[in-house]
């Protein structure tokens, strides 16, 4: 927050919100399971770039993700030259997983990124100013909703293919902002009638200032943890979308590809699909774990709701 | 009321219109039809391409083949349509006759897969609810964390490699197929603690509840061995009436409680009248067709209820005494007719089609395999269980969530406590109070669900090799043939806003809270 911001607020508003923010952080950070998944979801980024670098950038593994090598062990089964093992071409799978990885966060950073943002604009200009923009703009949205994202996914990724996975992404994040939307929406109908924005609008703020300095700071919980779970569902959209043959292509590397390519070996080499596998579901669960301890960071009635449930519950039944 | 349903429908009508036209723009503009032909050396290479113009209309600029293509959907979906043409795909077929079959295979497993989900979704979503905070609950919310986190078509290959191959080994392998004793050891402790944590209670109920769910389990499963399940499996006279007599007390005491007598009597009566049934329906069975089976199914309903009105027509609480009786009489006509489909499995191993290995893998039919009502019953089950097992995870996982949700917030409301403060049962507060009014928001969530369903489908269609839409829209983007596509998503866009619709409405008529401006 700016200096202007802050000399809106009398003194004491400034200390109070400054303390829930505070609050939230701890909240968050006392949740084992949150921290735990947090600290597994940026570990496996953080193993993959040293693994096999980013971009340029070359990382301690020294085999290529695309490179066809001597088969070592009969059936390309795991050695200590591939950990992963090899694909019947002899590429090595530990490198393509990771690379896989990599493909995998950046299409979720990107979705996730573009569609929190277009979603936020459109649920708080539709929320803030409604009448006939906020008809405009929820039509658009119930437009976009018809179609499940899988299927503007697939004809978009089936389109763009040859155009690689930035343009896939960005595509893709164009196409999953409308439960976001929706969801600020609601938030800023909810919140423009409060009195803190009469007294923005009496001291003369504009409707701009009011959207991102007034009104947006209040809705943000909900928007960090609906692009959380944005993101993870990112992850499997993603995948899915390589998995049937429409969103990453060769020879860039997709998790969801590689299980696709080897789902027929499995009985013989199951651990071209086991790694693949578990790189999907492991960053995908940890960021949902993460969203839900967010979740509960920002709202943390339900937690102290439920305790006091429990208590109660016992005695009734 | 009526002025907010035509405009909703107005509105729909536009949504459809705008969306339809962004995605007809947007496959017709990258996608050229005539690239292969272009590129051929076939020696007709400018006759072909002549005719492929001619048959997708393609000297026609891109937006007005759209509204060519929305006057075709318009003569399609107005009553008593006569002519009614969604465009040829790039063969030559007519998308308005490769519709309808692929819906039907796609409606079916939705359809499957969504009831499924919905029922199992709320029923362990209440039972974490009331189970809040137990290990139960803490196992069930992290099994559903990871079942979002799972794509289906890793469940899929999963499902394929142990769920088919390996059932179908174990099945044709053992003479006769018999389970280790590891696995029914296993079997048993995860049974009795699973069962000990949903009852929860003091440590020794818990014991108790340990002992007996893992003697059943452990008495089922040798039962199924001794008996030799897999090959020849039957419920018979005796299992039959066990399991009767247990949906009738089951039933009962959630419905009506057991204290309610009348309730109890009604359920009684219609469950003795169904097993009645079970000794003297099999030479009827036998020669059923799937129409005399609706028509016993809806008998045996409407049976069961006239039995509760009859039970309660001297005195009160008819509805209770009516929705048991009802319930009770599904349960037990649905395991009359598994007793039925049971009978008719040996002979289905037995066909040269299945050769033992009954659980398949793809495709929605076994090609060649014919059958009596029975037969091609079983055939569809080995069909479509795994793929809707795979499609229901998710939607599992969401409605467990969501059921759980609901009815903890539902508790919090002052109407339980003045129902506690009056002294209702349990079972009353749960089932009469808090799981109605529970199931009001699920309407609106069901309609989402669908829709990510319909979506989901694509992959589980794929994987499993079924003919249905998914298929369709996949081989149709793989050639960019526009029609196909369109004819696809054409029902999903309809069915998505159909739901929808009806959602608001019932959620509307369900809660009178809720104003329809």
Redo the contacts between chains.
């Keep these: 927050m700016t200096d202007k911001t802050k000399s809106d607020k009398s003194v004491k508003a400034e200390v109070k919100s400054e303390n829930q923010w505070t609050l939230i952080a701890k909240r968050f950070f006392s949740n084992p399971l949150a921290m735990g998944s947090l600290v597994v979801f940026v570990g496996i980024w953080l193993f993959s770039v040293v693994m096999v670098g980013l971009g340029p950038i070359p990382g301690i593994w020294d085999l290529n993700y695309s490179t066809p090598y001597t088969q070592v062990a009969p059936n390309g089964a795991p050695v200590a030259e591939h950990p992963f093992g090899q694909t019947t071409i002899g590429q090595d799978y530990f490198a393509m997983t990771m690379r896989g990885v990599q493909n995998s966060y950046f299409v979720m950073i990107v979705i996730g990124g573009l569609g929190t943002i277009v979603g936020t604009v459109i649920g708080a200009l539709a929320g803030y100013y409604r009448g006939w923009v906020d008809s405009f703009l929820m039509r658009m949205t119930d437009v976009f909703i018809v179609i499940p994202a899988l299927v503007v996914g697939a004809v978009i990724g089936r389109i763009s293919g040859g155009l690689g996975i930035y343009l896939l992404a960005i595509c893709l994040g164009l196409v999953t902002w409308m439960g976001i939307a929706r969801l600020v929406r609601g938030e800023f109908l909810t919140l423009r009638e409060r009195e803190f924005v009469d007294a923005a609008r009496i001291a003369g703020a504009t409707d701009r200032r009011i959207i991102f300095k007034h009104i947006l700071p209040n809705a943000v919980g909900v928007v960090i943890v609906a692009s959380t779970l944005l993101a993870a569902s990112a992850i499997l959209l993603e995948t899915s979308l390589s998995y049937l043959g429409y969103g990453i292509l060769p020879p860039e590397v997709s998790l969801g590809r590689l299980i696709s390519d080897n789902q027929s070996a499995f009985s013989n080499r199951p651990w071209l699909y086991w790694w693949p596998a578990l790189f999907i579901v492991v960053p995908a669960l940890a960021i949902n774990f993460v969203g839900d301890g967010l979740r509960e960071a920002f709202d943390p009635r339900q937690k102290r709701f439920s305790r006091r449930r429990t208590k109660e519950l016992p005695e009734s039944a | 009321m009526f002025s907010y349903v035509v405009r909703r429908i107005l509105?729909s009508i536009?949504?459809?219109l705008?969306?339809s036209f962004?995605?007809y723009m947007?496959?017709a503009l990258?996608?050229d039809p005539l690239e292969e032909l272009r590129t051929s050396s076939a020696p007709n290479k400018d006759e072909l391409i002549a005719r492929r113009i001619e048959l997708l209309q393609l000297d026609v600029a891109p937006p007005l083949r759209w509204l060519m293509w929305v006057g075709g959907v318009a003569s399609c979906l107005a009553p008593f349509a006569f002519e009614c043409t969604l465009g040829n795909s790039i063969e030559g077929f007519e998308v308005a006759l490769l519709l309808p079959p692929a819906m039907a295979s796609t409606i079916r497993l939705v359809t499957a897969a969504s009831i499924l989900a919905i029922i199992l979704g709320v029923v362990v979503g209440m039972v974490t609810a009331?189970r809040?905070?137990s290990a139960f609950d803490i196992g069930t919310t992290f099994v559903s964390?990871?079942l979002?986190?799972?794509?289906?078509?890793?469940v899929a290959?999963l499902l394929k490699?142990f769920g088919a191959?390996g059932m179908n080994n174990f099945i044709q392998r053992g003479d006769p197929p018999q389970i280790s004793l590891i696995w029914i050891i296993g079997l048993t402790v995860v049974s009795g603690l699973v069962w000990s944590l949903i009852v929860g209670g003091t440590p020794y109920r818990r014991l108790i509840t340990f002992g007996v769910a893992g003697a059943a389990t452990a008495a089922a499963l040798v039962y199924m061995n001794l008996t030799n399940f897999f090959l020849e499996p039957s419920l018979g006279p005796v299992l039959l009436f066990l399991l009767i007599a247990l949906t009738i007390v089951g039933v009962t005491a959630l419905t009506a409680g057991l204290r309610n007598r009348r309730a109890l009597i009604a359920a009684g009566i219609v469950g003795v009248i169904g097993y009645i049934c079970y000794f003297t329906l099999q030479g009827l069975f036998d020669v059923s067709t799937i129409w005399t089976l609706l028509i016993l199914g809806v008998v045996a309903i409407v049976v069961s209820v006239l039995v509760g009105f009859a039970v309660s027509y001297f005195g009160p609480d008819k509805g209770q005494v009516i929705r048991a009786a009802g319930i009770t009489g599904f349960f037990v006509s649905f395991f009359v007719l598994i007793d039925r489909f049971m009978q008719a499995w040996p002979s289905y191993m037995a066909n040269p089609r299945i050769n033992g290995r009954p659980v398949a893998t793809a495709q929605d039919a076994t090609t060649g395999y014919s059958g009596d009502v029975w037969g091609t019953g079983i055939d569809q089950l080995m069909h479509f269980a795994l793929p809707t097992i795979s499609m229901l995870l998710v939607s599992f996982a969401f409605y467990t969530r969501f059921a759980r949700a609901g009815l903890?917030e539902v508790?919090?409301q002052d109407y339980i406590r003045t129902a506690?403060a009056k002294g209702l049962s349990?079972q009353t507060i749960v089932m009469r109070h808090a799981f109605r009014n529970m199931l009001i928001p699920l309407t609106t969530i069901i309609a989402a669900d669908i829709?990510?369903l319909?979506?989901?489908a694509?992959?589980t269609e794929?994987v499993f090799a079924i003919a249905g839409m998914g298929a369709m829209?996949?081989n149709g983007?793989?050639v960019?043939d526009l029609n196909p596509?369109m004819g696809?998503?054409l029902v999903?866009?309809i069915l998505?806003?159909a739901f929808n619709f009806i959602a608001d409405m019932l959620y509307a008529v369900l809660d009178p809270r809720v104003r329809v401006k």
Excluded at chain 2, 148 to 154: H, T, V
């Design positions: 509105v536009l949504t459809l705008i969306a962004l995605m947007l496959t990258s996608a009331l809040q905070n964390f990871f979002y986190s799972l794509p289906s078509f890793l290959v490699e191959i903890l508790f919090n506690r349990e829709g990510s319909l979506g989901g694509l992959i794929r829209f996949n983007l793989r960019l596509i696809y998503f999903i866009a998505a806003i």
